[in-house]
């Protein structure tokens, strides 16, 4: 069984090709989506966490470090099926959506924490062993979609998120595929993701919910890895 970690917080890392170096948001945007393999990604993830590990030496409260460590622990979690990174994650976020609440980007990671383990695992398995909330994890997707500023990645995002919950839902995440399409690209992951939601939008259209579930589920951050 695999144990879910955070998935939205790979998509809040700005995607970008390896070079030298590189931001532990950089490295962890590689291992998410160019990573040939789960030994390539685990090595870049483990680089993007002693990046942020620097960072915060000299500066412990960097928001920006702060999250990307968050972020690439619970990636490790993932890959690794590591339930203390999981939860070590979990606290992460929560710390910096406590921090500030209109903080977009800790709202979707808190989000996919807690959704990206119900999609995984199932609703009772994964409050039971994780401690996952359906309905924590809506309020926290719904409130990152409304402070997201017009980001295209947001709203793809939890597109991708909402089909995989229910693939019954294919209004709702047509709409949230559509405002990513129509939305601004401030960086390479938003390019990315909005051409995810492109991609969701032709089976959201066609009404075919199931297929719609199961293409989004390759779309997110390491599904070429889970498929």
């Not at 948001?25 to 870049?44: C, G, I, P, V, Y």
């Not at 938003?190 to 939008?201: E, K, W």
Request: some cysteine.
């Amino acid at each position: 069984m695999r144990i879910y970690a955070a998935a939205v917080a790979a998509c809040i890392a700005v995607c970008a090709t390896p070079a030298v170096a590189q931001s532990p948001r950089e490295l962890l945007a590689s291992a998410a989506f160019t990573a040939r393999d789960k030994a390539t990604a685990l090595a870049r993830i483990e680089a993007a966490l002693d990046a942020a590990e620097d960072i915060l030496k000299r500066d412990p409260d960097n928001h920006e470090a702060l999250l990307q460590r968050a972020v690439g622990i619970g990636y490790r979690g993932k890959l690794k099926r590591n339930r203390h990174d999981v939860q070590a994650a979990r606290k992460g976020f929560e710390a910096l959506v406590k921090a500030n609440p209109r903080d977009a980007e800790a709202q979707l990671a808190l989000a996919g924490w807690h959704l990206g383990a119900i999609i995984e695992l199932g609703p009772i398995v994964a409050r039971t062993v994780l401690g996952a909330r359906k309905a924590q994890g809506m309020q926290a997707l719904d409130r990152a979609v409304a402070l997201a500023g017009g980001r295209a990645f947001i709203p793809a995002y939890a597109s991708l998120t909402r089909i995989q919950l229910d693939p019954a839902a294919v209004a709702p995440a047509r709409s949230l595929a559509e405002a990513a399409v129509e939305s601004r690209v401030a960086n390479p992951v938003d390019r990315v993701m909005q051409r995810n939601a492109a991609t969701l939008l032709a089976l959201l259209k066609g009404g075919n919910g199931k297929a719609a579930a199961a293409q989004a589920e390759r779309l997110m951050p390491f599904g070429r890895f889970d498929s």
